[in-house]
């Protein structure tokens, strides 16, 4: 599963309080990329990033941040967590060398904001 | 940016028959049309990809067609067996971007 993992895996946590959630490579892909995944939207890119401290906006962005200090580590924050926000996270990586173009997904994180 | 349009939203096929997966971009500089298959309760995987220098690429049972005059692409899965249901993602990207566009997903059933 291209050596990515996601934690914590599921979280369920209060309106207002802030949230982190992780990704890590060991694949040494260049970029990373954070999806909600919701019921009729598909996967929606929140942030990703082609570099370490190289990040940009997805199409639905607002109330997240993302920070990226290590290639192998790509963090996901909810300052203030509101329900809208509960969903299955996903993080992915590419742009291995010679195969830029694949993507691979981690396992996911599944957060409830109560 | 980038718009992927996918259809039908949900398929019904009996066991042995095809199915077929229709995807749509708005973008011609993407060059890159991956698809992937989700599990319940599991990660989005990669089953076949295309890029725009080809036409059409075959990997067993599943094939992909990219006619880039009409901006469209196709995942066709023939003899259908009851574990290729599952959703099913389409993608668009453009190589030197990085970044992905997806299709709202077609929930494939196959009917034993």
């Known amino acids: 599963d291209a050596g990515i993992t996601q934690s914590p895996r599921h979280k369920v946590t209060e309106t207002g309080t802030p949230v982190t959630l992780r990704c890590h490579q060991t694949?040494?892909?260049?970029?990373m990329y954070w999806y909600r995944q919701d019921p009729g939207h598909g996967l929606r890119l929140i942030h990703y990033?082609?570099?370490?401290?190289?990040?940009d906006k997805g199409e639905v962005s607002d109330g997240y941040s993302v920070s990226r200090s290590k290639t192998e580590d790509f963090l996901l924050t909810l300052e203030s967590a509101t329900s809208s926000q509960t969903s299955v996270y996903f993080c992915?990586?590419?742009?291995?060398?010679?195969?830029?173009?694949?993507?691979?997904f981690g396992p996911g994180t599944r957060l409830t904001v109560l | 940016g980038e718009n992927v349009e996918q259809h039908p939203s949900t398929l019904s096929v009996q066991e042995g028959d095809s199915a077929v997966i229709k995807c749509t971009y708005s973008?011609?500089?993407?060059?890159?049309f991956p698809w992937y298959k989700q599990e319940l309760g599991k990660r989005p995987q990669l089953i076949i990809d295309?890029?725009?220098?080809?036409g059409e690429k075959k990997d067993q049972r599943i094939a992909v067609t990219l006619n880039k005059t009409a901006k469209h692409f196709s995942l066709h899965i023939t003899e259908t067996q009851p574990e290729d249901s599952a959703v099913y993602f389409c993608?668009?990207?453009?190589?030197?971007?990085?970044?992905?566009?997806f299709g709202t997903g077609t929930s494939l059933t196959v009917i034993p």
């Open positions: 990033s082609y570099g370490v401290k190289d990040t």
């Open positions: 993608a668009a990207s453009i190589y030197a971007g990085n970044q992905f566009y």
């Open positions: 992915a990586i590419s742009g291995r060398e010679r195969v830029n173009n694949e993507q691979f």
């Open positions: 973008d011609s500089a993407s060059n890159y």
């Open positions: 295309i890029r725009s220098n080809v």
């Open positions: 694949e040494n892909h260049r970029y």
